[in-house]
């Protein structure tokens, strides 16, 4: 539903190859925007996630966090730092945050960016004493090894109430909704049990009235 999943591309017990250079992961800063705006659009063509503008990014570049490794410049020989994907930790409140938008570059998948991404953001998530950490994913299997479980989707209404109504998936949704720690047992941004819009049945052949 939420057009802005989680979308890994290492499995659970991928090891970044011994001889790859050591990951860094930090807070992203606003000098990371135009490579994250450039990862993340990447993936919008399909749904997969949704396209955010330059200025959505820096506007919002507080909640992601980065990927980076220090490589040789074959034609300079000197050192340069390499990106290599992004994630987000979205904080609706103590009871809830949400992973969103883990995606790593498609030329540097299995040196472990993935799950190195991941573990910043739920440790970021405890170190804000955040009660659940929620995601919405179409490959499950893989955060069963870092204690999500299957949930339903009304479990978490903020996450409803604020992404899931307006979604052009919403009655086509092919993701699985995950959390780790308690269900939440409150709702701040709307109703704690969010109302579905309702469908209209529309004959195209009905008369218009208009002559």
């Known amino acids: 539903m939420s057009t802005d999943l989680v979308t890994l591309d290492l ?3 991928d090891p970044a190859p011994a001889t790859a250079a050591p990951i860094r992961v930090h807070k992203a800063r606003l000098q990371d925007a135009r490579n994250i705006f450039d990862l993340v659009n990447a993936y919008s063509h399909d749904g997969t996630l949704l396209r955010r503008s330059y200025a959505e990014l820096c506007e919002n570049i507080r909640d992601f966090t980065v990927a980076y490794r220090t490589i ?5 020989h000197q050192p340069e730092e390499e990106f290599l994907g992004c994630g987000a930790l979205h904080l609706y409140g103590p009871h809830l945050a949400e992973v969103r938008s883990i995606v790593v570059r498609p030329d540097r998948r299995g040196l472990g960016a993935g799950d190195a991404i991941l573990q910043a953001l739920i440790a970021e998530a405890d170190d804000h004493e955040v009660a659940s950490v929620c995601l919405f994913t ?3 299997d893989y955060f069963e090894h870092l204690g999500f479980r299957v949930a339903e989707r009304d479990a978490m209404p903020d996450k409803i109430y604020k ?3 307006t979604c052009p998936r919403l ?8 959390v780790r720690g308690p269900l939440p047992n409150i709702a701040v941004l709307g109703p704690r049990e969010p109302q579905l819009p309702n469908l209209v049945q529309i004959n195209p052949l009905a ?5």
């Open 138 to 140: 179409r490959i499950p």
């Open 11 to 13: 499995g659970p017990h």
């Open 163 to 165: 992404d899931c109504q």
């Open 171 to 178: 009655y086509a949704c092919d993701e699985v909704a995950m």
């Open 207 to 211: 008369p218009t009235g208009t002559r």
């Open 72 to 76: 040789p410049n074959p034609e300079t």
